[in-house]
């Protein structure tokens, strides 16, 4: 019997941690759980509002809990089995389109329980559009999914529109979309562009944000356009290069976002499909470790390129219209308290690791996930089953009230 009046055997420490992040450089001075209560997650983050540490040494233990603690805590995995496979396919059961301005209309949807969780799903490119496959990251029967074409892009309107479209209009637009659907806070789920979108969304608005799942990431600096528009990919990706450079003449290759810019808002429609064939293909090409033929015939639907390119150069010509480069790092601390995992692709050619590991030094509360045999796919094996075990682990977290 303790000072608490409980009585506590000899050979167990109790313990409880509420929204607490722990790391191994951190379990000696933390001594939790050995105890019937479950452990979901390794990151207790999700409210930052409720920190409560009951330490086993106030209780007069010795420290040799502490070697028992760590065996606990890499025994993890084996408390909770998360599910890494793809959800099966499902269809929407609710579809509209919402008018979001004078000119622009988006096309939205919902699937799995109408009664579950919230959580919005934010596509690439900018321009990509969604597509079914989108809602197999989730658990059907627990989220209710949703998934939206951007401006511009997909089934929204007017197709490949560059007017009126900014980063603040897209992330005015996902308000516009969670009051329409009266849904009160949810989670934010992106890749590549969709990350990007996802961190500016989640900086103005944190207050409606339950967690985050970023993956590839893309911050829209200076280096990381020049990296994969000018010249820098090229290094691993010659073949599928030299046919994106020679569309340009050599006269007008100083900067090819400006000359492909051009050409793409030509007054020839010719001109513009042909520029964004070019476009689309060398990201197609690139966007897996594995050549994927289904993904780099895309470039051949000219409707989806004309979008996808158009829509994307007018993102990176003016650097995702934010008003600095490093925008996104500077305001982490709006949503650090906020559960995020952030998984990236050690071969990203697309979206190079550089960036990731930039995000995750300003914000290393959050679950860095590299996958060591991937590039920028959210469609890749190893990417996939990392994407849906982030989503599981809020799924336990918001499941078990934590």
């Known amino acids: 019997m303790n000072s608490l009046g409980l009585f506590i055997p000899t050979n167990t420490i109790i313990g409880i941690a509420i929204n607490t992040t722990y790391t191994p450089s951190s379990l000696s001075h933390l001594q939790l759980l050995h105890s ?3 452990l979901f997650s390794n990151n207790f983050t999700s409210s930052g509002r409720k920190k409560l540490v009951l330490r086993a040494q106030n209780l007069g233990y010795k420290s040799d809990c502490d070697h028992q603690l760590i065996d606990l805590m890499e025994s993890e995995k084996e408390v909770v089995e998360l599910n890494r496979n793809l959800y099966p396919n499902i269809e ?38 969604t ?24 089934q929204s309107t007017p197709h490949a529109c560059l007017e009126e479209n900014t980063t603040q209009h897209l992330v005015d637009d996902i308000e516009k979309l969670r009051e329409h659907l009266e849904i009160p806070e949810w989670q934010v789920f992106g890749g590549s562009w969709g990350s990007t979108l996802a961190l500016a969304y989640s900086q103005a608005h944190p207050d409606k944000v339950t967690g985050i799942v970023l993956r590839g990431i893309f911050l829209v600096r200076k280096k990381e356009i020049a990296w994969f528009y000018e010249g820098g990919a090229a290094a691993i990706y010659p073949d599928a290069w030299e046919p994106f450079r020679d569309l340009i003449p050599e006269n007008e290759r100083e ?54 390119a158009r829509i994307e150069n007018h993102y ?25 995992t952030i998984v990236q692709g050690r071969y990203d050619v697309c979206c190079p690791m550089m960036s990731a590991w ?9 679950d860095f996930k590299v996958v060591p045999d991937a590039g920028h796919s959210a ?22 009230g934590l």
């Open 358 to 366: 930039d995000l995750h030094k300003v914000w290393p509360e959050a």
């Open 316 to 340: 990176f010509v003016n650097q995702g219209f934010f008003p600095s480069d490093s925008f996104l790092l500077d305001n982490v601390d709006k949503i650090r308290h906020i559960n995020t």
């Open 255 to 308: 900067s090819f976002v400006h000359a492909y810019k051009k050409r793409l808002n030509s007054d020839d429609v010719e001109t513009q499909y042909a520029a964004a064939r070019a476009w689309t293909k060398w990201e197609m090409m690139t966007a897996h470790l594995l050549p994927n033929e289904e993904n780099i015939k895309r470039g051949d639907d000219d409707k989806f390129s004309l979008a996808f």
């Open 92 to 129: 929407p059961y609710s579809t509209g389109f919402l008018k979001v301005s004078d000119i622009h209309t988006i096309y939205w949807e919902q699937s799995g329980n109408p009664s579950g969780h919230p959580v919005v799903f934010l596509h690439g490119g900018p321009g990509g559009g």
């Open 379 to 400: 469609n890749e094996p190893g990417i996939a089953a990392e994407l849906v075990a982030a989503n599981e682990r809020l799924k336990n977290i918001i499941k078990n």
């Open 36 to 38: 019937p209560i479950p």
């Open 131 to 154: 597509t079914p496959s989108n809602r197999k990251f989730f658990d059907p029967e627990f989220y209710r999914i949703i998934l939206f074409d951007q401006r511009g892009s997909g």
